[in-house]
DNA sequence: TCAATATATTAGAATGATTCTAAACTATTT
DNA sequence: AAATAGTTTAGAATCATTCTAATATATTGA
């Protein structure tokens, strides 16, 4: 049966009670060597495709949305009609495709160091985030 | 009357008719000393309050779309449900402020350059530009 | 200036992503 | 196993945005 104890134990730790459904759709985000960066629409042709039944609409909204209140995955700030996630958490930027749509994951790493020298009294840095948009030449 | 005339050059050089509803809309975004953020419903309110007769939701979007696509505003990468929209068009960064929903431009010189040490041969870069997100302490 | 043509505006319908509702179901606790 | 708390579901509702096709306005060129 997989590693489903690690998505039990982790669904548990979070507060939420690992259904079918969560372990099912943790199945589909979190069993990859790779980050994952999807929407909602892309998540439920996959689950389609892995499942007999399929899981509501509702459903998978609720699920996404616990995991993002529960740190699972994060929004992506890009501005698209849909939503993007992304199973990374971890503070890093991407780089959008304009052309193809594609985007891809790079890391704090991957840029030097962004010095802001402009800082706003009475407020606490939550994120910097890099979006670098590019096109097939 | 304005600085219409100003609008009917600008909109004239883009290749759009200078129209009643273009030129009170231009008046709404561009006749002020700074940087104006809004989304369509802000600006339908404006509009409203400042028309004696108002202009149809269709229109609206027609003429952001106009105006985007001729570079006269862009839209800001930010994850809300709806689009926000900038008449800043330099390349520039933003603070989002969690707590209140408030935008901050900021601008290349307020950062120091960003360096990326990953390159992606085939693409060439269209922009990059850094969100902040910040919260009240 | 006037008719012919091209482009804009409009109200309301259509679309599509997301959320809500309330009933049926499942997991947990006692 | 009964009671309670939390989940899932189908379908309805909502809300931003786009489409439609009819009407109106602007531009062109005789």
Same mark, same amino acid.
């Given at each position: 049966?997989?590693? %489903?104890?690690?998505?039990?134990?982790? *669904?548990?730790?979070?507060?939420?009670?690992? #259904?079918?459904?969560?372990?099912?759709?943790?199945?589909? *985000?979190?069993?990859?060597?790779?980050?994952?960066?999807?929407?909602?629409?892309d998540l439920k042709k996959i *689950?389609?495709?892995?499942?007999?039944?399929?899981?509501? @609409?509702?459903?998978?909204? &609720?699920?996404? &949305?616990?995991?993002?209140?529960?740190?699972?995955?994060? !929004?992506?700030? /890009?501005?698209? $009609?849909? #939503? %993007?996630? $992304?199973?990374?958490? #971890?503070?890093?930027?991407?780089?959008?495709?304009v052309t193809t749509g594609e *985007?891809? $994951?790079?890391?704090?790493? $991957?840029? !030097?160091?962004?010095?802001?020298?402009?800082? /706003?009294?009475?407020? =606490?840095?939550?994120?910097?985030?890099?979006? @670098? =948009?590019?096109?097939?030449?």
């Amino acid at each position: 049966m997989k590693n %489903y104890s690690n998505f039990v134990e982790k *669904l548990r730790s979070a507060g939420l009670r690992p #259904t079918k459904q969560r372990l099912k759709i943790c199945e589909v *985000l979190f069993d990859r060597k790779e980050t994952f960066h999807f929407n909602v629409e892309d998540l439920k042709k996959i *689950l389609k495709k892995k499942l007999e039944t399929s899981i509501s @609409v509702a459903t998978v909204y &609720n699920t996404i &949305n616990a995991f993002k209140s529960k740190g699972y995955i994060k !929004e992506i700030s /890009l501005n698209t $009609d849909k #939503t %993007y996630f $992304d199973t990374n958490v #971890t503070s890093h930027h991407h780089f959008y495709n304009v052309t193809t749509g594609e *985007l891809i $994951d790079f890391h704090d790493k $991957d840029v !030097e160091e962004i010095k802001l020298k402009k800082n /706003l009294p009475g407020k =606490k840095i939550k994120s910097i985030e890099v979006l @670098v =948009k590019i096109a097939n030449k």
